[in-house]
């Protein structure tokens, strides 16, 4: 289905939380037929998932244990030829995502057993093998994972190392175990294939997600390291929201190694996407411009830097007046006698020694050579506050040593080093620091449009970026060259050079775009106009008729105004349409909240809505939503499906 320039309507909703009469403890790839037949009557064209990726037990969807495999907790299993009996369905409130997954692989375990003569005779099988060159890296990797008890492949007794010999040895000696890997994928396949080619008499399309990163225990990462850079993670430097950034713990790419290869890697996961999404979010795609890197030694984002980056060179920093002392003053921590006063009161000699080392006579110490990272100084039997004190001092730097150049800490103006400086000192350093950044907006630029250029020319689908957070001004020009949507997030999108940071525009929003009400890791509609302080200037604003709690006309206000949006897509999450009509909000905005970043909790990944996929088709007040979302459709001149 072409999505290219059309002006359309869809809803997002994890695959995870349908649920219907046929189910099996979660959503099914089935599931989405009777969620794609009631969507096409509410006038909706796009049906936009969480990532579907295997990621074993772990109910975290973007931390995947393959690029391309499917997860097999989504397949129907009394869709399978001659199955007996369904086993007993793990039911919640929640989703139970890894009971579910290990009652299936155990169920298709049995299965695959009891049937194999006739599952290898058949040719679709065979066909499908031979297509999916990466099968045999990941049914090779799967084998050897649960040989190892899921422990992470560096752990592995044998083949922690990948060798293509080391491979084919497994294939040949395990070679039922392999077999069972591959046949998952491909009944996982053929399931989703056939719920998509149902979805198309519909003409609804599926939207998918391709994570920017891959989790290191995978079977990627395994199988071609070459391709990945273990030294340091993917993260996020510290914002309003996270004082000490994010470290998400994924390696990096080895973009020189992708290069190298014409990008085949990213080439391939997009060729398969492609063969059952019409469209696709690249999450993170700021990332592709300049990821924010941390060394594998620390545990926050504060001493990270963006890479690529032209960093400042020792020679520059000569040339401005720093000497190699006062470079090394600037690079690391530097702290007066004093204020280690009382982590010295609370600490033992020992481990004072080990941690510190006094400057010369000075009154004055730095961490000693065998600190190498946040990490080292978490593995020390120490009270959390005196801990706490020791990577403050540990993170006060002006400037992040990258080999032997510079990168600006960020907390790099707050910081004692700084504090010391002449007002003269202090400009130079800082010109320094903006002309670092102008100047690699060209190298982000550059870069990123390689790497995209080739991912697109895999794929005739529609690519739509997931661009939040500090975006470069390198990127908007690049995504539009390149016809990739980008994201607004309607309470996110305001002009923050403004005193006031007003709301943008509807009707300024690019037409290149998505736009959207909430996103899987922020509150819901509901949830933001109880938690956030600013609903009240976003109302007026906007000329809706502001009310304290969100009423349902409120939500029509606030949702048909996204739908009346210059954006040629607009895709909002099931449970804020929900909102538009009274009674279907049985939850609190707490309980129907997919997942909070930079937490580890149950309620994470695991909403379930609170209805069936029969009861959308049979519930009135569902029917009352079908037509309102119709007739925003036709009012603001969004193609509705020709399913009739």
């Known amino acids: 289905m072409n999505l290219h320039g059309r002006r359309l309507a869809g809803t997002a909703i994890p695959l995870s939380a349908l649920h219907s009469e046929e189910s099996c403890g979660i959503g099914e790839f089935y599931d989405l037929v009777p969620f794609g037949r009631y969507a096409s009557n509410a006038g909706l064209n796009i049906i936009q998932l969480l990532p579907i990726n295997d990621s074993g037990a772990a109910a975290a969807p973007y931390s995947a244990l393959s690029a391309n495999a499917l997860s097999p907790a989504y397949i129907r299993l009394s869709r399978l030829e001659n199955w007996q009996k369904l086993p007993e369905c793990p039911q919640g409130e929640r989703v139970l995502f890894s009971q ?15 049937n194999k003569k006739s599952v290898l005779r058949n040719d679709s099988f065979e066909s499908f093998r031979a297509e999916n060159t990466w099968l045999k890296e990941y049914s090779v990797f799967m084998v050897l994972r649960l040989e190892n008890g899921e422990r992470h492949w560096k752990e592995w007794e044998h083949c922690s190392i990948c060798t293509r010999s080391a491979i084919e040895k497994i294939e040949s000696e395990k070679q039922d175990e392999v077999l069972f890997h591959a046949w998952v994928q491909y009944v996982a396949y053929s399931q989703l294939m056939e719920a998509v080619q149902e979805l198309s008499r519909f003409s609804v399309a599926l939207k998918g997600d391709v994570p920017i990163l891959m989790s290191e225990d995978s079977a990627d990462v395994w199988a071609f390291p070459n391709l990945f850079r273990m030294d340091v993670k993917a993260g996020a430097p510290p914002d309003m929201f996270s004082t000490q950034g994010q470290n998400w713990g994924f390696p990096v790419y080895n973009w020189e190694q992708h ?24 999450d993170h795609v700021l990332g592709f411009f300049r990821i924010y890197q941390i060394p594998a030694g620390n545990r926050s984002g504060v001493l990270g830097y963006f890479s690529p980056f032209e960093y400042i060179t020792r020679r520059e920093l000569h040339d401005a007046g720093f000497n190699d002392a006062r470079i090394a003053w600037l690079s690391k921590a530097h702290i007066p006698a004093q204020k280690l006063e009382w982590v010295k009161q609370n600490i033992s000699e020992k481990d004072f020694d080990y941690l510190f080392e006094r400057v010369g006579n000075e ?12 990490e080292t100084i978490y593995g020390m039997h120490l009270l959390d506050g005196v801990r706490d004190a020791i990577l403050s001092f540990f993170q006060d730097i002006a400037l992040v040593q990258v080999e032997d150049s510079f990168f600006p800490a960020w907390y790099a103006s707050s910081s004692s080093a700084y504090a010391s400086l002449s007002g003269e000192e202090k ?16 190298e982000w630029e550059k870069q990123a449009e390689k790497i995209l250029y080739a991912m697109k020319s895999s794929s005739s689908i529609l690519f739509c970026a997931e661009d939040l957070g500090a975006v470069p001004a390198c990127v908007a020009p690049v995504l539009e060259r390149l016809g990739i949507l980008s994201l607004r997030v309607e309470r996110w999108a305001r002009d923050y050079h403004q005193a006031a940071a007003p709301f943008a525009a509807l009707s300024h929003y690019p037409v290149l775009s998505v736009a959207t009400s909430s996103v899987h890791d922020s509150s819901t509609l509901r949830g933001w106009w109880e938690e956030e302080q600013d609903k009240k200037l976003y109302a007026e604003e906007r000329e809706y008729d502001y009310s304290e709690s969100l009423n349902n006309a409120l939500s029509r206000q606030i949702l048909s105004g996204l739908y009346s949006s210059s954006s040629r897509l607009v895709i909002l999450p099931f449970q804020d349409l929900m909102a538009a009509v009274e009674g279907l909000s049985v939850q609190s905005s707490r309980e129907e909240r997919i997942n909070i970043p930079g937490t580890v909790a149950d309620s994470n990944w695991s909403w379930r809505l609170p209805y069936s996929v029969e009861q959308l088709e049979s519930h009135s007040d569902f029917e009352v939503l079908a037509a309102l979302l119709r007739d925003w459709s036709k009012m603001y001149q969004r193609e509705l499906p020709n399913y009739k």
Not at 100 to 114: C, P
Not at 260 to 279: G, H, L, N, P, V
Not at 427 to 437: A, F, H, N, P, Q
């Open 363 to 374: 009154e004055l110490y730095q961490f000693s050579s065998g600190i190498s990272g946040e």
């Open 259 to 282: 290069g190298k290869t014409d990008f085949f890697w990213w080439k391939q996961r997009m060729s398969y996407a492609s063969r059952f999404f019409d469209a696709v979010r690249i």
């Open 427 to 442: 400009e130079r350093l800082d010109r320094l620091t903006v002309k670092k950044y102008e100047d690699s907006e060209n």
């Open 100 to 114: 579910v997954y290990r009652l299936k692989m155990q169920a298709l375990r049995e299965y695959f057993t009891k």
